[in-house]
């Protein structure tokens, strides 16, 4: 099924529906455009990469009636198959490791400003310290996920920082419930899930070679080396998936 994303005024894009969930079928300018225009509208707007594991996660929670809002982008190799099945094809893979240097870069042009909230201590500030070096003079702070810090005392270091987009960090479907939950209560008006990203960037976790990536194995790379933490997601979730996509595609 095809619908029109008709929520932001400066650009219309067309959605696929995979798992209940309308994602857009755009290009990743057209991403950042859509980013640009919840911040000039000051439109509180939550950001999701939609996966295979987050389709999967979504279906055991109540979470799918709360991404209504959100701008939904297309993430990794499933979702391709998915759209396949259903006789569609996404103009572009939209993951977040790829998407969010070119957000960076954008906040630090308009000068919008970083809060990140979660990861490890350690992967916190190597993150925090690249993105100082690559890109000077862009406001980014945070606060780790393991720490004793009320919700309350996140929302007011979020708030007190000045920024007009919120990273978290917390891992899927955590890191959905938060933003749906708390976004509108802090000054940023873009709240995007952005699981290992943090640790990728910042070099605690080690990104897949150029290679894998265009060979569309980077789930493979990130299986060999964390497999008692990814095992059953790229093992058992995602052939489960795409039997599911299988089973419900469209006629």
């Given at each position: ?130 993105v100082n070096r690559t890109f000077p003079g862009l406001s980014i702070s945070g606060i780790d ?87 059953r997601r790229y093992l058992v979730e995602g052939p489960g998936f795409l039997y599911w996509s ?6």
């Amino acid at each position: 099924m095809i619908s029109t994303h008709e929520q932001y005024s400066s650009v219309t894009i067309p959605t696929v529906t995979i798992g209940h969930l309308e994602i857009l079928n755009c290009t990743a300018d057209d991403g950042l455009r859509l980013i640009s225009d919840a911040i000039e509208y000051q439109t509180p707007t939550q950001v999701v990469f939609v996966n295979t594991h987050v389709v999967n996660k979504i279906h055991r929670t109540p979470l799918a009636p709360m991404l209504d809002g959100a701008i939904k982008f297309n993430d990794g190799v499933g979702m391709d198959i998915a759209a396949r099945i259903n006789g569609f094809r996404f103009v572009e893979n939209l993951n977040g490791t790829d998407f969010l240097p070119r957000l960076l870069h954008k906040s630090w042009l308009e000068q919008w400003g970083i809060f990140v909230y979660g990861a490890q201590p350690n992967a916190l500030n190597h993150f925090i310290d690249k993105v100082n070096r690559t890109f000077p003079g862009l406001s980014i702070s945070g606060i780790d996920g393991y720490g004793n810090a009320s919700c309350d005392e996140i929302i007011r270091n979020i708030n007190a920082s000045g920024a007009r987009i919120l990273l978290v960090a917390l891992g899927v479907p955590e890191q959905e419930i938060w933003l749906a939950s708390h976004l509108e209560q802090t000054s940023c008006l873009v709240g995007i899930g952005v699981g290992a990203f943090v640790d990728m960037y910042g070099g605690t976790i080690t990104r897949a070679p150029k290679m894998w990536r265009l060979v569309r194995c980077e789930w493979l790379w990130r299986l060999v080396h964390e497999p008692r933490r990814l095992w059953r997601r790229y093992l058992v979730e995602g052939p489960g998936f795409l039997y599911w996509s299988l089973q419900n595609r469209d006629r």
